[in-house]
């Protein structure tokens, strides 16, 4: 006959206890933004054939709906892509990841962001935005002692406006 060993009982317990910790912690990690996902196949062939036209060359894309647009994500030329449709997959606006490279932006808005105020201070991330009928890039800068702020350029260098950042989305219908 086999005794009870409560040692044994109280390590399993306690290992239990362990993996469901792990667990509940690991689930309260996960990325908010996930809800917003669309399977590859939910979305409409339109809108698939509208970005081929656009970028030929994306692979790897992830769908998600961002308010009232479908919006395509890949990575190109080790820059993050951001390709939004409208409700009729139409393409209304790219939002190109530049880092905190100016390498990356014309020589216009580099030499004008290093002869402005703001050349200095430490680039946090660097975005390009393409619409219909408007191109900008946003430098966004941070110094100790100041509020972060977004930097709003042409591509020809001229400076749109300075703002303190507040780190809303940019979206095709946003007003400069």
Avoid: H
């Avoid at 908010?32 to 060359?57: G, R």
């Avoid at 808005?109 to 680039?123: H, L, P, Q």
């Avoid at 042409?154 to 007003?175: M, Q, W, Y």
Wanted: proline share 3%.
């Amino acid at each position: 006959m086999k005794t009870f060993n409560f040692k044994v009982m109280k390590n399993k317990l306690f290992l239990m206890m362990l993996a469901l910790c792990g667990v509940f912690m690991l689930s309260s990690c996960s990325d908010d933004d996930d809800d917003n996902d669309v399977a590859a196949s939910k979305v409409p062939q339109a809108y698939v054939e509208a970005l081929a036209a656009k970028f030929p060359e994306a692979a790897n894309v992830e769908w998600e709906n961002k308010g009232a647009y479908l919006v395509a994500d890949f990575t190109k030329d080790f820059r993050d892509y951001e390709v939004w449709f409208d409700s009729s997959a139409k393409w209304s606006m790219t939002n190109i990841d530049c880092g905190k490279d100016l390498f990356f932006i014309p020589g216009e808005v580099s030499k004008a962001f290093a002869e402005s105020e703001y050349g200095t201070w430490t680039i946090d991330d660097i975005e390009s935005y393409e619409r219909a009928n408007d191109s900008f890039y946003v430098i966004e800068v941070e110094k100790v002692g100041n509020s972060d702020t977004d930097i709003y350029y042409r591509p020809d260098g001229e400076l749109i406006k300075a703002v303190v950042s507040d780190n809303a989305e940019i979206t095709p219908v946003t007003v400069l």
